[in-house]
């Protein structure tokens, strides 16, 4: 066979390179696609609050770069991001702040109208409406004005004085006396069963998880159970608050009775020597015979077990009589010892406590301020009426 001319193995030899770096090309491609890593979904969150500003850092989930995509995988027990709820101290300063914003217009109104140099029966007239604007109810409205009358008249119409007059006057309706402590701890070794009801949307879920949290940060232990069981998404949603802060939640499959549900909590609590069960209810139930059949009969069923130290009643207070005739229903259902306002960052209409505890004779203990998971706080009488009057 003749040799090939010298050009040939020139040729030969470039497209075996050619080939070559093809080759390593197409390898490095299909490596970098393989390789990458899925970056982790978004932490489920959906039926919690939209974290505030301050704890999106801990929240929002990080761009994976590439040297992490290359990391072996971690197992998940070793991922216990637990929140820290928000101490007291800092919890009640930022609401008290809270509280003054939404409820101020009402007292700066008032302390206007008191302020004028003649009071008239138009004066007293429209000190009248603004406190029936703002839900303090007709008797409360009556009595309030017939005793800054006579003091005002008696004591002197100074502003500083009707500043005063006022105050003590609110105060008195607000009633400091009741006793708001709540009653999270149970007797003989049992826990404390809080049962949570009103009817849906107020924010009794989120109340039940903002309660938890609370206890969670004065290092008490805590079990929920979700007794809603009407919509899965509330049994979800609690699932997702108790999650963030390590308490386990008790629930069944939709449509389970309620019933049993709260008793499976109570007795995993009692199993497990908690401080707390934290019962969360549903109340879409149109009709009162039926409202009745199914609190009355949850209250009893765990009380098989121990009795229920607290029972509250959530109202949204945006939401002036319609609330008060939600409360007088749940109040014949079951006996009420404790109302939480939500809402209230919302309205300006915080004269709903005064109309609330007068109607049911029950105080309210604590009152929501905000969608953030530590927006709740404890009803204090004299800082409700300082936020009243800025
Ligand atoms: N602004 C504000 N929103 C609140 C407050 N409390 C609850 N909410 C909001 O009210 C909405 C309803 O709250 P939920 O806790 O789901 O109400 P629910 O009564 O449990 O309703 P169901 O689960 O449907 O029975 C949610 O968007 C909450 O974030 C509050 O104090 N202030």
């Known amino acids: 066979m003749d040799a090939l001319p010298g050009w040939t193995y020139v040729l030969i030899a470039l497209a075996i390179l050619a080939l070559i770096t093809v080759a390593v090309a197409v390898t490095v491609s299909l490596r970098s696609r393989g390789g990458k890593a899925v970056p982790p979904s978004a932490p489920t969150d959906a039926g919690a609050p939209p974290p505030r500003a301050d704890e999106a850092e801990v929240t929002a989930p990080t761009e994976v770069t590439g040297q992490e995509a290359a990391a072996p995988p971690v197992p998940e027990e070793a991922l216990p991001t637990l929140e820290q709820p928000e101490g007291t101290a800092s919890r009640l300063v930022r609401l008290r702040q809270r509280l003054s914003r939404s409820q101020g217009a009402l ?62 006057e609110l105060l008195a309706l607000v009633n400091p006396d009741l006793d708001r402590r709540l009653r999270v701890t149970g007797e003989d070794g049992k826990p404390g069963v809080v049962l949570v009801v009103g009817v849906n949307g ?37 699932g997702t608050w108790g999650e963030r ?86 109040a014949e259902a079951v006996d009420v010892t404790g109302i939480v306002l939500t809402k209230l960052d919302g309205s300006a209409k915080g004269g709903i406590v005064v109309a609330v505890q007068r109607e049911l004779g029950v105080p309210v203990k604590l009152v929501g301020l905000g969608e953030g998971p530590d927006d709740l706080a404890p009803f204090e009488p004299q800082a409700f009426v300082d936020a009243l009057l800025g």
């Open 202 to 238: 107020v924010g009794k879920t989120t109340t039940v998880g903002k309660i938890g949290r609370i206890l969670v940060a004065e290092d008490r232990s805590v079990v929920m159970g979700a007794a809603d069981t009407f919509r899965a998404a509330a049994a979800e949603q609690l």
């Open 107 to 168: 007292g700066k109104g008032l302390l206007a109208l008191l302020s004028r140099d003649k009071l008239d029966e138009d004066t007293w007239e429209s000190i009248e409406d603004t406190l029936l604007t703002a839900d303090i109810g007709v008797a409360p409205t009556t009595q309030l004005v017939d005793n800054l009358r006579t003091r005002l008249r008696v004591e002197g119409g100074e502003a500083t004085e009707a500043r005063r007059v006022l105050s003590e």
């Open 245 to 330: 802060v390590g308490v386990d939640v008790v629930r069944g499959p939709e449509g389970t009775d309620p019933a049993s549900v709260a008793f499976e909590a109570v007795k995993e609590g009692i199993d497990r020597g908690v401080d707390t069960v934290l019962v969360d209810t549903a109340g879409r139930l149109q009709n009162k015979a039926g409202l009745m059949d199914e609190l009355g009969k949850v209250k009893r069923v765990i009380e098989k077990l121990t009795p229920v130290t607290e029972v509250l009643l959530v109202l949204d207070a945006t939401t002036g009589q319609n609330g008060m005739i939600q409360a007088r229903v749940f």
